[in-house]
């Protein structure tokens, strides 16, 4: 509920105003309505991504099979390093993924990733297809990721016959100064067969 007062610092304890209008007061985000936090967010790149079933050696010296297979290569001039993480999001399911470079392709663009077979299925796109359009998030805060849904899709991608009908945080510790432990249940339900 408002009230045809306002505070005015600086000037007079209160005042009355009927149209309720914003007092003038020095202070320089009282009228604002931009938000700060859409600032602070990473702007993605547009780009595309292929994908392959890896292979033994990488230029990276990281196997493909790092972080359960959610790997990537990108081009050897992308501003990106080796054993860096990046969040790969495909805009036509909405699903994202994290994946770790792996690897250095000579001739790709640096708006071109080229991902592991599993992280390709897991933004739900069709192996058949090739390649898809896709937004490159480099090095995402995984702090500030919603922890749930990214384990919720690779969860999806681990038992593609299940529905997962409920996930929910349990706790979280510290098991080392540097290591920080979280866990989550899952309800998965197996269909059933007609």
Not at 143 to 157: A, F, S
Not at 163 to 175: A, C, L, W
């Amino acid at each position: 509920m408002q009230t045809p007062y306002y505070y005015v610092p600086f000037k007079y304890d209160y005042g009355f105003d009927p149209y309720q209008a914003y007092a003038n007061v020095p202070y320089p985000y009282y009228h604002t309505n931009y938000s700060y936090y859409v600032e602070n967010r990473q702007q993605p790149i547009r780009g595309q991504a292929t994908w392959t079933e890896g292979g033994q050696v990488t230029q990276c010296n990281i196997p493909w099979s790092k972080n359960e297979f959610m790997t990537v290569a990108v081009g050897q001039n992308a501003p990106y390093q080796c054993g860096q993480t990046l969040r790969i999001k495909y805009p036509a399911t909405q699903r994202e993924v994290v994946v770790t470079i792996v690897d250095k392709v000579a001739g790709f663009p640096s708006n071109r990733v080229n991902l592991h077979r599993t992280a390709f299925l897991a933004l739900g796109a069709d192996a058949a297809q090739g390649v898809i359009n896709v937004e490159i998030y480099p090095s995402p805060e995984l702090e500030e990721e919603k922890w749930g849904k990214y384990l919720l899709e690779v969860t999806q991608t681990a038992y593609p016959n299940y529905n997962v009908t409920d996930y929910d945080f349990v706790t979280k510790t510290n098991p080392a100064p540097n290591q920080v432990k979280e866990e989550y249940d899952f309800i998965l339900i197996q269909p059933k067969k007609k």
